[in-house]
T-cell receptor, first 116, second 114 residues
C-alpha cells in the first residue's frame, strides 16, 4: 500500500516568512510524528499525535512551531517567522499504535526546508 | 531522559566482509530498540526492532542485531556486506515508560568498498 507522503519535497523561503509542511500518513495509522533532521545530525523529535488524545508537544523548539492533525489523517507543521536555524529536513512518520503494542514508525521522504 | 550513542561517525568495510555498526543506549525503564537506514535524499527505512524475547533480532536485507542488556548495547551486524549497503544508519530507542517518541543516535555512515 501507499507509504507516508510529504509535501512539498523542497521549500526555499526567506527569513521571516511563514511556511506550512504537510504530511499524509499511512491509511489506518493512528499515530503521527514529526521529526527534524539538521544537516549531518540525527533526528530530533518535535511532536506526536495519537488518536483524539492531546498531542505531545514536548519537542517543539519554540512557540514559532505548531502542528495540527485532522482526525487520523493529514497533519500540517507550521513554522512562523522562519529563521536560518530552521533550515533542516522535516520528517513525518506514522504508526499503528494499538494498546499494549509497539508498532514500527514508518517515515516519509521528508521536506527539505531552506531559509535564506 | 533517554539517549542513544553511535560512537563511530563512519565505518569502512570491504565488500564480502562482516559489517558491525555500534549502538549503546540509556533509558530509565525497559527499552524498545530500532535500526533504520537512510539512503541519499530519501527518508528512513525500517530495518529491525527489539521489543522483547530473543536477544538476536533478524531484519531486512540480511541485517541482524543483538540486544545486550548488561552492556546496554544493540549493535547492528551483517555477515557479508554489499556495496549497496553503503548508507547512513540510525539506532533509536523508545523508553516504554516515557511515551512513544523515538530518540535517535547521530548516525553512522557505512561505506562498503568493492
Amino acid at each position: 500500500g501507499a507509504g507516508v507522503s510529504q509535501s512539498p519535497s523542497n521549500k526555499v523561503t526567506e527569513k521571516g516568512k511563514d511556511v506550512e509542511l504537510r504530511c499524509d500518513p499511512i491509511s489506518g495509522h493512528t499515530a503521527l510524528y514529526w521529526y527534524r533532521q539538521r544537516l549531518g545530525q540525527g533526528l530530533e523529535f518535535l511532536i506526536y499525535f495519537q488518536g483524539n488524545s492531546a498531542p505531545d508537544k514536548s519537542g517543539l523548539p519554540s512557540d514559532r512551531f505548531s502542528a495540527e492533525r485532522t482526525g487520523e489523517s493529514v497533519s500540517t507543521l507550521t513554522i512562523q517567522r522562519t529563521q536560518q536555524e530552521d533550515s533542516a529536513v522535516y520528517l513525518c512518520a506514522s504508526s499503528h499504535e494499538a494498546s499494549g503494542s509497539t508498532d514500527t514508525q514508518y517515515f516519509g521522504p521528508g521536506t527539505r526546508l531552506t531559509v535564506l | 531522559a533517554q539517549s542513544v550513542a553511535q560512537p563511530e561517525d563512519q565505518v569502512n568495510v570491504a565488500e564480502g566482509n562482516p559489517l558491525t555498526v555500534k549502538c549503546t543506549y540509556s533509558v530509565s525503564g525497559n527499552p524498545y530498540l530500532f535500526w533504520y537506514v537512510q539512503y541519499p535524499n530519501r527518508g528512513l527505512q525500517f530495518l529491525l526492532k527489539y521489543i522483547t524475547g530473543d536477544n538476536l533480532v533478524k531484519g531486512s536485507y540480511g541485517f541482524e542485531a543483538e540486544f545486550n542488556k548488561s552492556q546496554t548495547s544493540f549493535h547492528l551486524k551483517k555477515p557479508s556486506a554489499l556495496v549497496s549497503d553503503s548508507a547512513l544508519y540510525f539506532c533509536a530507542v523508545r523508553d516504554r515508560a516515557a511515551g512513544n517518541k523515538l530518540t535517535f543516535g547521530g548516525g553512522t555512515r557505512v561505506l562498503v568498498k568493492p
